[in-house]
């Protein structure tokens, strides 16, 4: 019971510092010194105004999200608002229950007043994450003049989904947007096996071999979080 709550402590400390851009060196302290490092961070990092009981909601709603979910399933009976339903179908994506958040977004999106990019973002990564390609695909189409699209996910669920279906001189067309310098690694590396199996080998090998070099040149630290990412890396340059 110990070792899953402090998985859960260091899960909820990580989660709040990339969300809130903390410095990074916090990454250590959590990994390395999981319940003083945890601690050391809620303390001084997580604002909460003097109020211990703010500490304990917060940690419980990350270890327990039925909780957070429960009571935003009652904020939504009290208040059946946009906003409302949107954060309930949040919640439920956030706990990999994509039913039921396809379910909610579908009845926000259905409000025609809003045009929340986000939300339909949201419901594409929902249906692609239980294999609805065809779902992604019609939700895809049409955003490609959104100011939002090319800095959004949506390009490379939207190109995979393609792929998927067989159209993949349409998917690679779309993938080459996420192909960015520094960013974007396991999107490119999902990228270059598509390339690999389109017998597209020059392709591939000059997408991995700028991979190669980026991680190559990433900071100790950084190279310890993508660590997994770099072999995989290495692993298919050396099979080419």
Same mark, same amino acid.
């Given at each position: ?45 997580? $604002? ?65 007043? *809003? ?19 065809? *779902? ?15 800095? $959004? ?44 199996? $389109? ?24 190279? $310890? ?16």
């Amino acid at each position: 019971m110990y070792f899953y709550f402090i998985i859960a402590f260091q899960a909820f400390c990580i989660y709040h510092l990339f969300k809130n851009r903390k410095s990074f060196y916090w990454i250590l302290a959590i990994i390395f010194l999981p319940l003083v490092g945890c601690l050391a961070y809620l303390v001084t990092q997580v $604002s909460t105004k003097g109020n211990p009981d703010k500490i304990q909601d917060n940690i419980k709603k990350r270890i327990n999200p039925s909780n957070k979910i429960k009571a935003l399933e009652e904020k939504l009976d009290f208040a059946d608002t946009y906003l409302n339903r949107v954060n309930l179908a949040d919640a439920y994506f956030e706990a990999n229950d994509y039913t039921n958040a396809i379910e909610h977004y579908n009845v926000a999106l259905a409000d025609k007043t *809003q045009n929340d990019f986000f939300v339909i973002e949201h419901l594409i990564k929902s249906y692609y994450n239980i294999k609805d390609y065809d *779902q992604v695909i019609s939700l895809s189409e049409g955003l490609e003049n959104h100011r939002e699209f090319e800095k $959004s996910e949506v390009p490379f669920l939207y190109g995979m989904a393609l792929a998927e279906k067989g159209r993949t001189e349409e998917a690679e067309k779309l993938l080459k947007l996420i192909d960015r310098p520094y960013s974007n690694y396991n999107e490119r590396i999902a990228f270059s096996k598509l390339l690999l199996k $389109s017998n597209k080998l020059n392709d591939a090998k000059a997408l991995l071999k700028d991979l190669q070099e980026e991680m190559q040149n990433m900071t100790k630290m950084n190279q $310890s979080i993508y660590r997994d990412t770099i072999l995989e890396v290495e692993k298919l340059n050396s099979g080419l």
